[in-house]
């Protein structure tokens, strides 16, 4: 009876996993054409092309998956595929910031961008009347500010560091893992050309953001350096205040510490030292927030 229920769990996790994917492709299609918007190019029935698009790329990868597996093993080999990868990445990005100008701040963008604003010019953190958004993706578009001043292609020289920071964290997450240098390669080439991405290239988002950080607070959790669990935990931090549901990536983590190959008093250092560097990032903001909200 025992390998018949783990047949029937896993074909359970395979139908979930593939309806998860199903949505995914979905959202990443409908993501992309909204986000034509900010060129003034506004799309009829996103939703229904985003569909139409899913449907017949999930087609094709169901039809074509043994070419495809074989192609992406041919890629695996291309010498200095990661190098290739990465400046392929920011060119797409430059070229299509240029092909589109001028852009537009959409939706959430452009609220985070008037909040960075407002912080760059001193002012509080409030849009009507309130503090509801997220300070994150503000408070980095502030800093950014503070050292580059107000043009037009802000945004695009933050995705640009955001995706050069996600890459570089992709090849340390494959070499502390000792897994092939190929995977890196392949994973910053679909970054590179992943439509939801570049498409976004001029606009504020905090995807792009959160893909540099979180990829970022794991190679420094799988430093050997024991101290740098701290730095590890202040970039979860500045995720969680980019994305409040990020706020479990301490506990998250701590699975990831325990299964690591330490001794119990350096697991519970770098569990500490997590807990340590979030807190030093989101207390300030969570008090603030109470001095100034109540």
């Known amino acids: 009876m025992q390998p018949i229920f783990i047949e029937k769990i896993s074909r359970f996790c395979l139908v979930v996993f593939s309806l998860v994917m199903a949505f995914a492709t979905f959202a990443c299609f409908y993501y992309s054409l909204s986000q034509l918007n900010g060129i003034n190019f506004a799309m009829?029935?996103?939703?229904?092309?985003?569909?139409?698009?899913a449907v017949v790329i999930l087609t094709v990868v169901a039809f074509l998956r043994s070419r495809i597996a074989a192609i992406f093993q041919e890629i695996e080999h291309v010498p200095h595929l990661f190098g290739i990868a990465l400046v392929s990445g920011v060119a797409i990005?430059?070229?299509?910031?240029?092909?589109?100008?001028?852009?537009?701040?959409?939706?959430?963008?452009?609220s985070y961008l008037r909040l960075a604003n407002m912080l760059y010019a001193g002012k509080d953190y409030l849009l009507l009347g309130h503090a509801f958004w997220p300070p994150g993706t503000p408070l980095i578009y502030a800093a950014f500010?503070?050292?580059?001043?107000?043009?037009?292609?802000?945004?695009?020289?933050?995705?640009?560091?955001?995706?050069?920071?996600c890459a570089a964290s992709i090849r340390a997450i494959v070499a502390r893992l000792e897994m092939p240098r190929s995977f890196a390669g392949l994973s910053v080439a679909l970054l590179a050309i992943w439509p939801e991405l570049f498409v976004a290239a001029g606009q504020v988002s905090k995807e792009s953001l959160l893909l540099s950080l979180l990829s970022g607070g794991f190679a420094l959790l799988l430093s050997k350096n024991s101290w740098l669990s701290i730095a590890s935990g202040i970039v979860c931090g500045l995720a969680a205040l980019t994305q409040r549901a990020l706020l479990f990536l301490a506990l998250l983590f701590g699975v990831g510490i325990a299964a690591m190959e330490l001794t119990s008093r350096q697991k519970l250092f770098r569990l500490f030292a997590i807990v340590l560097g979030m807190a030093l990032v989101i207390t300030p903001w969570t008090y603030r927030n109470y001095r100034i909200f109540g």
Do not use: C, K, Y
């Open 93 to 110: 990005r430059i070229a299509w910031w240029w092909l589109t100008l001028p852009e537009i701040q959409v939706s959430d963008g452009d």
């Open 44 to 53: 009829p029935a996103p939703s229904v092309v985003a569909g139409i698009l």
């Open 145 to 165: 500010l503070f050292v580059l001043g107000p043009h037009g292609w802000l945004a695009l020289a933050v995705n640009l560091v955001s995706f050069v920071v």
